[in-house]
Structures are given as C-alpha cells and as structure tokens.
C-alpha cells in the first residue's frame, strides 16, 4: 500500500476489529475500534477498551458519564440500562455525552442493536409514559 485512502481505510478497521475480538474475549474485557483520521503516509486510530460487570454490562465511558452527570439532565442515575419506547421502537439506555447537550442520551434500538442519540427531554418523558407497545 503507498497512500491511505478512505476505502483501504475502512477496510483495515473491519480488520482490527475483528483481529481484537480474540484479545477482548482472552481478557475479559470490551474492545472498540472506534473512528479514524488519515493522510495520505499516515492515520491514527482510536482504540476503547472497557471492563465488562458481574451481569455483562460494558463499563464504558459514556455508561460512567451516564451515572455521574444523569441527574444534571433530569434523568435518574441508576436508569442506566431502562428501557424506552419512541415512535413504536423500543430502546435501552447506554450512556451519556455530557459535552453533546442537544442530544446527549445514548441508547441501543432493541431491533437491531443500533445506537442512537436523544435529547433528554425525549428520554425522560418515554420513561414516565405509560407503557406502550413497542417493537
């Protein structure tokens, strides 16, 4: 390879990520191969790793941000992991961008495993409505 490029890129990290599936598993632990800048000579990579709890839960940055700043955006700490349910879609509480402020509520689509951002507002009316059918 002499230059990088966006699809030589792209597939060098579908590569890490499924090269570091073997070292998460070995020691127990989460690892993201997350998004990457480049040049022509040279690209820089960023790398997550996460410990995993006693249920399975991923002890990522945004799940502690989640825990630690929730309340300064009216939502319950220990929510973390609470289902919701918007537009008919079911969703699970992941984590939390403090930094993000117009939508700085992760949550994975029970669907298809999906992240997505929401506002806070969205987020803490879903959990106070009443029940409803969702996929």
Known sequence: MRTFDKAS???ILADMDAAVAGVAEKHGVKISV??????????????????????????SREA????KHASLFGLDP????????????????????PR????????????????????ADTVVRAI????RKAE
């Open 9 to 11: 890129l792209r597939a």
């Open 34 to 59: 997350g998004r990457a800048t480049y040049e022509p000579h040279n690209a820089t990579v960023k790398v997550e790793l996460s410990t995993i709890g006693e249920e399975g839960e991923v002890h």
């Open 128 to 131: 106070n409505a009443e029940p």
């Open 64 to 67: 502690m941000d989640y825990q």
């Open 78 to 97: 220990n929510s973390l992991g609470a289902k919701f349910a918007v537009r008919g879609e079911l969703f699970a509480i992941t984590g939390l961008k």
């Open 100 to 119: 993000s402020p117009k939508f700085p509520v992760l949550a994975r689509r029970n669907r298809d495993g999906q992240m997505m951002k929401f506002t």
